[in-house]
């Protein structure tokens, strides 16, 4: 017993390395896309060979990565460790997050044309823009706690009626995998990726109906094809997003019982 909680902690030090290295990727492809798509864009002579769409695509699949990534992790820490532990993984995003967007804006405004009149609204963008991400993976802790703690009511009661009927006892991940064991509504894993995977399409629709309305009306059959292909695209990341999470969750807690 005294040489499982040892292994166990360095399991979840290899775990937080590795969030924390997978972070930092998408950190440093992020910036890099956003860097290259600046260029692209204000340069002539890269007018017409689409490198502007290709650069957008790759930096807004980095920033969609890193969100599964991190709702993963948010997720498994909040199932697998307590307060604390669950705190180690959120100050790595929110170290990241901030990071992100303070060397952004730097780039910005040393290299990209950002004069110092518009620093104090670009500032405030800055600000509000973190302070949304940051609120955005506190709902999905908020999710994954609720879900987390009633499942450990539900595993606790097991255990106890396990214990009196002198069966064998009831194991924690064996209540969970395969997924179809229990309902989804008592599965802190599946339950949580569903509400954070509708939260981050709704998020994304939201998102789009405002830019289309600052955008205003389409000109056009093909404006409106465009603006359903979008719609589209955010309902499929949605989905998108409950497979990964699932995927990187069950990855996560197998590591963990091998």
């Not at 890099?32 to 502007?52: H, T, Y």
Request: hydrophobic fraction near 55%; charged fraction near 15%.
């Amino acid at each position: 017993m005294n040489e499982t909680k040892p292994q166990n902690n360095r399991f979840e030090k290899e775990k937080l390395f590795a969030y924390s290295a997978l972070m930092l990727a998408c950190f440093v492809l992020y910036i890099l896309f956003v860097c290259l798509n600046n260029i692209f864009s204000s340069d002539i002579r890269f007018a017409g060979m689409m490198l502007i769409e290709i650069t957008e695509l790759l930096y807004l699949g980095v920033e969609i990565i890193a969100f599964f990534i991190a709702y993963a992790f948010a997720i498994y820490a909040t199932y697998s460790g307590g307060y604390r532990h669950t705190m180690r993984y959120a100050i790595v995003y929110a170290i990241a997050i901030s990071a992100r967007y303070v060397i952004l804006f730097t780039i910005d405004w040393l290299f990209f044309g950002l004069k110092n009149e518009d620093v104090p609204v670009a500032l405030l963008f800055m600000f509000v823009n973190i302070f949304l991400e940051l609120l955005q993976y506190v709902i999905v802790w908020v999710i994954a706690h609720i879900n987390v703690n009633t499942f450990n009511k539900y595993v606790t009661i097991m255990q106890k009626g396990a214990s009196r009927l002198k069966e064998a006892p009831v194991e924690r991940e064996k209540l969970i995998f395969p997924y179809r064991k229990i309902p989804m509504k008592n599965d802190p894993l599946r339950f949580s990726a569903l509400l954070v995977a509708l939260l981050m399409g709704v998020i994304r629709i939201i998102g789009r109906v405002i830019y289309d309305i600052g955008y205003g009306a389409p000109a056009d059959l093909i404006d409106v094809l465009w603006m359903v292909l979008y719609y589209l695209l955010d309902v499929c990341i949605g989905v998108a997003c409950y497979f990964v999470l699932l995927y990187i969750l069950r990855r996560l807690i197998v590591s963990k019982e091998n």
